[in-house]
């Protein structure tokens, strides 16, 4: 991180900024999207660059997803580095095999005479009455593809680093918004700086229990870490920040630390990346861990219009503060 | 067209109208979840439709088709309001509040139900005209799809298979001229949709989607011939849609004139019906009557409870129950 | 299963016969695929149908994999049984949203309203030179997506028995079948019978570690286990059949039986059905597990053309093997 | 034609068929893993593409393009060897036996590599065609598709934003009568690819993809105006392959007769020399010289090593290494 001046940002201008800076740097950058250009996209994360960089490189589509991720996959095998926005996660079904069968694998199956150094980012998440349709989690239809990266911020500051990593990676990246966070405000750093992708962060230090998280529910990790001290536990918070490859080694070192563990994703349980998170630990941390690592996730459920059963779907604070004082209490 | 058929649909598409403003008002004041688009402007094209599909026909409406839902829902069970209780989210809703604006169905006033993915139906639709190909029943299936939806993989891939197999698929794309804010003519290699479904050799007609006399003239030969057994046909629907983006309003003022002032569906309807003798009186009546019966809907759809929680996790499988926590 | 007479039949030709009896059985049942008709299919499972069924009902289409599935889904709103064929599952990239959004969801979001008894039949699975777009195996794909009914079979009995249930299913079943047992044979019920989705089988019985396998792993495990025996190492294996939703009950019991569990699939590790099996043993064996459940699976990269190359990256059986040793020996 | 180029585009052709029939025989003798398939039969069309595209410009094979793949990396490296043994999958292959049949892939010659996804180049071509638009370079970016591969659903997403972009691509279909088994005119509304086409409002052209003169002129054509600037150019190639389906020979007994010895491209190039007055020596002379050099690249590619095994989890990602077990 850059030690320039910071300055109270959203997420979303954060995001801003970091295409802004990239295309700045960046002349083999370009961006395109359904209504990226004039209007600035639907969460307005492209707003006013189309007017600064024009047309050609603000880049509106229509509605092609397939098209929109076959020419960045294009582009950037001749060294383009194209940035697509993907209006939201679940419309990503469309363009799944361009991404899986092509973008993740070209490098590797044309024996490394290609890259596919292009990110592509998404609205992801529930919370808002989107619909079955508007709310997914979709990292885990990702998680088991290699050759993708997935990075999935949770505030601010990491947003901006994080997608000016992604610019800069030779890898294709998978770049998740959880809708939800698009007006989290923070102290961002001005000028341009990267955060390192494959690499999470300690977001509050802790003795009992280590909690990792990914996106939103790191904010609400947190917040029900703060809650547990005034009962005497002592929550580490592991910010994932990369799911795909993940940072094992910090989170298991935390774990040795702690001894116990809570894996807390949005997306539902069955295959999730809590599952691979919990193998992994279990597998590593076996004799250090006090209880079994819990799992908190949404439901085995798509996700309903009505906001009353979303909120049943989905997890929340409660849910994680939950999983936390039982594991607590199974500790042998 | 004779009187009384244009005083029904004339009233179908204030049904529409009155459903879309209340339906607005009450999503600025914040008692509509999630996102809403709407289907003002597109009155005509939507009565059209709506007006001639039975029960037994399927469609598969767009995110702009509350008012086709509606009319449907009315027509054919008397129970429109059910539809605005599914925009509110709620039990009473067709869909018990678990689908919301962009996934309102009922199959059996023939409606298919919307998938968010938008075109997405334009396989889907495939299907329900295949089996009743098979069965040999008279069934039509409509996909309304946008002419932004166009732009899809789906729409090659759908208009390519109703060809060779022949299947009762009517396609009624609704050309309002943009996609959010892309203009027709810039997000397709053509600004008239026919043009792009043409080579697949079955009949594309163009429409004035605005005028209810010619839309639902279109409307009435399209679903003839498929009737008929003829195949597949491809209507393309010229019209525009009140609503702007959610930053307002983007398009020149003076195509904004034009399709609010001078060719609004319901003033249109509105000249025709008085060049015919309907009295200005019995025009307003028709509307205050829509008016108020879509205020009793919002009102019920308010008034209805939030679905029961256990509804959550019901319905994932057929064969299996999913824990509820 | 049915107490008929049985006969000695190949994977592909159970699976022919599911198809003919199906057929036969249910008039709203339908095939649909590319080349399944008069060619009977890229691997033969359909031969014949077309002739004694028509080309109405067996039904060859264009390269078009989402109407294909979109044909499925919509016939099947409308109470028939399509059974498509996916040639290669690396192309379900192709109609991912159609299974995802559509099949997967069409129940739930519209309350009940629908159905989706399709089933999506597919040839997965790497070891003859394929390369990476005809070799990979995609369960985990849609390990993380509620709705869907993936199927797994391992032998030919099963494989007719489940194709069946996948048939009769009211829910929307991904059949996958794996290349490399199309040739295998054994004895199979010459009539119709069903062997129920969602449940796992005892391959073979053991005290020491509880294997769980899918497809090509239970052959391979079963003949690790045979090996081991000599060693006195005695092995259970559990055919999980069904992967989504699996039956985690005989699954769990047989760990807790021996106190020791590997998992393995062929899919690559990281967010793969090992991890989610691994998560769940651990959640609720812990206090029985002796040592960490071990993961056998591919490697974490795309399927190479080279076969020496390819045979890295695939589990085998020494894997298994090596799997029993090391969990054995880590034992508590 | 001059005589010289008619020869140049003879000995390519013989080239293609030498380097099948021998990859072939070696497959079923059990040397080659994986599938094949031959691009026998198609020798004028895909001599017409390779002999003008350029080691700068870009081509997108598809499954029966070894002769192509092989071609350019003889005219612009003198190395085809090298798609035979990627073939063959060994370490001396342009992708290190990695991609094999399906998958090779030498941009220093222009071969973007095929995607065994059949037709989902279709998008990616767009990316390079953009690419070189927006940095003005005069490249041509050519899919060679098969008629088949033209139901996907990316043949109208690739068509369509090609055509509002302008984009210098060159779709190259290979009309060769079938899909694996099904016939053109059964899998798709139009057995005349074109007729698909021609809505996106660029030039659409259908050549004898056997006639090597004709072929080779509508190539230079469609070069030209892509080079110029022109944007987007279909054609479609009516050809037919000797490959049947695994079962053998599925198509027609007359049929087979018109293609395989009325209308091989060879045989009628044979012709066009004959009348040139090159003579029967001479013309024998290329096809051993042709079929010779492919026994040595056989030669080649069962003499090189397999790739090393630490190849097998090299380049999964370029920013991190994955572990070998
Ligand atoms: C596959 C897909 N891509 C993008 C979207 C987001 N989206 C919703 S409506 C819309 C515009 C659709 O334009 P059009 O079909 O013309 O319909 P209109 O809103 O103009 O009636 C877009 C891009 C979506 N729902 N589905
Ligand atoms: C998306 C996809 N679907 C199916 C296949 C399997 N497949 C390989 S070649 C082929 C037929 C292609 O026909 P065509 O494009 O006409 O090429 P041809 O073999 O006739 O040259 C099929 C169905 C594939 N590789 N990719
Ligand atoms: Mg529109
Ligand atoms: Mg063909």
């Avoid at chain 1, 990246?173 to 007006?183: I, T």
């Avoid at chain 1, 597998?283 to 690592?293: G, K, T, Y």
């Avoid at chain 2, 129970?79 to 169905?105: N, P």
Wanted: net charge negative.
């Amino acid at each position: 991180m850059s030690t320039s001046t910071t300055k109270r940002t959203s997420f979303t201008k954060a995001l801003n900024d970091a295409l802004d800076q990239g295309m700045d740097r960046f002349d083999e950058m370009f961006l395109i999207g359904e209504d990226i250009g004039e209007m600035g996209g639907d969460f307005g994360v492209t707003r006013k660059l189309w007017a600064k960089y024009g047309a050609e490189r603000v880049r509106d589509t229509p509605l092609s997803e397939a098209a929109i991720i076959g020419t960045c996959v294009g582009a950037s095998m001749v060294g383009m580095r194209p940035v697509a926005e993907i209006m939201f996660a679940d419309f990503l079904g469309e363009c799944y095999d361009q991404i899986v069968n092509n973008a993740a694998k070209l490098h590797y199956m044309f024996d490394g005479q290609f890259k596919a150094p292009l990110v592509i980012r998404t609205a992801c998440g529930g919370g808002f009455g989107g619909g079955p349709h508007h709310s997914q989690s979709v990292e885990g239809w990702f998680l088991n593809v290699p050759g993708i990266v997935i990075v999935a911020p949770s505030n601010p500051e990491d947003a901006k680093g994080l997608l000016l990593a992604s610019i800069e990676s030779d890898d294709p990246v998978l770049f998740l918004e959880h809708k939800a966070l698009y007006r989290a405000r923070g102290e961002v750093p001005t000028g341009y700086y990267t955060t390192p992708l494959g690499s999470a962060a300690i977001a509050r230090e802790g003795t009992d229990i280590t909690v990792v998280a990914t996106m939103r529910m790191v904010p609400m990790a947190l917040s029900a870490a703060e809650a547990l001290d005034a009962d005497g536990i002592s929550v580490e918070v592991v910010d994932l920040r990369t799911i795909r490859p993940y940072d094992a080694e910090t989170v298991l070192a935390s774990v040795a630390k702690t001894g116990r563990a809570v894996v807390a994703n949005e997306a539902p349980k069955i295959g999730g990346l809590g599952a691979e998170l919990s193998a992994r630990i279990h597998e590593e941390c076996f004799s250090e861990l006090q209880a079994p690592v819990g799992r908190v996730d949404g439901l085995d459920s798509p996700i309903p219009f009505s906001v009353p059963l979303e909120h049943e779907i989905l997890p929340d604070e409660a849910d994680i503060t939950a999983a936390i004082r039982t594991t607590m209490e199974a500790s042998r | 067209m004779q009187q009384d058929q244009l005083l029904d649909l004339y009233r179908d598409m204030w049904l529409i109208r009155a459903f879309e403003q209340a339906l607005e008002r009450e999503f600025e004041q914040g008692g509509v979840p999630g996102m809403l688009h709407t289907g003002l402007g597109q009155e005509a094209t939507q009565a059209a439709l709506a007006s001639q599909l039975e029960a037994t026909d399927c469609f598969f409406p767009d995110h702009r088709c509350h008012g086709i839902n509606a009319l449907a829902q009315e027509r054919h069970k008397g129970d429109g309001e059910r539809i605005m209780a599914e925009l509110f989210g709620k039990s009473t809703g067709v869909c018990s509040g678990k689908g919301g604006s962009l996934h309102s169905a009922d199959p059996s006033v023939g409606n298919y139900g919307d998938n968010a993915v938008e075109g997405s139906y334009m396989a889907t639709v495939l299907g329900v005209a295949l089996a009743a190909k098979m069965r040999g029943e008279a069934k039509v299936a409509c996909a309304i799809i946008g002419d932004g939806t166009v732009g899809r993989g789906e729409f090659h891939e759908s208009l390519n298979m109703a060809a060779i197999w022949d299947l009762p698929v009517l396609y009624a794309c609704v050309n309002n001229g943009y996609a959010i804010a892309t203009p027709v003519g810039e997000g397709h290699a053509s600004a008239d949709i026919v043009d792009l479904a043409r080579g697949y050799g079955f009949p594309c007609e163009q429409v004035d989607g605005n005028d209810i006399v010619a839309a639902h003239e279109a409307v009435g030969k399209a679903i003839s011939h498929i009737r008929a057994g003829k195949g597949p046909y491809f209507l393309e629907f010229k019209t525009w849609r009140w609503q702007g983006i959610f930053a307002g309003e983007f398009r020149p003022e003076a195509e904004v004139k034009y399709w609010r002032e001078d060719h609004d569906p319901i003033l249109l309807a509105n000249d025709a019906l008085e060049a015919m003798g309907v009295s200005q009186a019995q025009r307003s009546a028709i509307e205050s009557e829509q008016v108020g019966r879509i205020e009793e809907w919002i009102t019920f759809a308010k008034e209805s409870p939030n679905p029961e929680l256990a509804k959550a996790t019901a319905d994932v499988y057929v064969g299996w129950e999913v824990a509820s926590s």
